[in-house]
């Protein structure tokens, strides 16, 4: 797959360079896998309508394709993301990851799909950036 054809299921889809990046309180019930709130300011998109920052959550890459772990403050990232509603995440009973404890149920929430998208550091996705062509600069309010 390219890089366009993957920009048909994010919700989201930019190139920013990470503001800030917090590491939300631990819930017992996801052993030691840490979740973070990723501040990013929006260079250019490609899908969306993103203002100047975004706030993207992830969770500590496993081999389970989510992420969000990865992004360093200061670095510029293409990130490709999916909106969808606050809630927590159980597979066969156990649970697996979740945000009700740090944001409304049902609110939306943006989540990176990183680990199995293009969406990396800039400098790794050169290709990417090729095909999908002339950015658009965010709305100008914050």
Excluded: H
């Excluded at 054809?5 to 819930?27: C, H, K, W, Y």
């Excluded at 772990?69 to 993301?81: H, Q, R």
């Excluded at 509603?85 to 409304?104: A, C, N, Q």
């Amino acid at each position: 797959s390219n890089a366009r054809t993957e920009m048909n299921d994010a919700s989201l889809v930019f190139r920013g360079t990470v503001l800030q990046r917090t590491i939300l309180p631990r819930r017992a019930d996801m052993q030691t896998r840490d979740r973070y709130a990723i501040v990013f300011r929006v260079g250019k998109y490609w899908k969306g309508a993103p203002g100047r920052r975004v706030t993207v959550y992830g969770v500590d890459a496993r081999n389970d394709c989510l992420g969000g772990g990865g992004y360093e403050v200061g670095k510029n990232y293409l990130v490709y993301a999916s909106e969808m509603e606050t809630k927590d995440v159980t597979l066969g009973g156990l649970f697996w990851y979740g945000w009700t404890d740090v944001l409304p149920p049902g609110s939306k929430m943006l989540m990176p799909r990183w680990a199995c998208t293009p969406g990396c550091e800039t400098s790794t996705v050169k290709q990417a950036l090729r095909e999908l062509g002339k950015g658009r600069p965010p709305a100008k309010n914050d």
